[in-house]
């Protein structure tokens, strides 16, 4: 069992940074795909970046250039720094922890089995 706690949300001006963390527990193995995603009201989450244990990464062009994951295997942290943001980025944001898997697939949502409590973002013009 993975536990994914988050923090990091909040209120910012059109243009400003935020900082989004999310400190997993739980796992014992070596291989695994973690992803950052947001959600708007009524609509499906989307993958907004995601990497896996070799070290892949992908990030969806709506945040390309404005947004970056890190992480910090030494805290089991991982980070997503929002450059940039506008309104259009206020959503619910979650973390997402799951099984390996290549490049293609680590934006998409089902292949994700632990999920964050979320924090939401509120980008103000």
């Known amino acids: 069992q993975v536990h994914l706690v988050e923090s990091g949300g909040g209120s910012v001006q059109s243009g400003g940074s935020l900082r989004l963390s999310c400190v997993a527990s739980?796992?014992?193995?070596?291989?695994?795909?973690m992803g950052w995603f947001r959600q708007f009201p009524g609509k499906e989450r989307e993958g907004l970046v995601g990497?896996?244990?070799?070290?892949?990464?992908s990030i969806a062009d709506s945040v390309k250039g404005r947004f970056t994951m890190s992480q910090d295997n030494a805290e089991n942290t991982l980070y997503l720094q929002m450059n940039s943001l506008k309104p259009d980025d206020t959503a619910m944001y979650h973390c997402?922890?799951?099984?390996?898997?290549?490049?293609?697939?680590?934006?998409?949502?089902?292949?994700?089995?632990?999920w964050s409590q979320g924090t939401h973002v509120t980008v103000s013009s």
């Open positions: 990497l896996n244990s070799e070290g892949t990464t």
């Open positions: 739980g796992f014992t193995g070596s291989t695994y795909s």
């Open positions: 997402a922890f799951g099984p390996y898997v290549t490049q293609e697939w680590l934006l998409r949502s089902y292949v994700y089995k632990y």
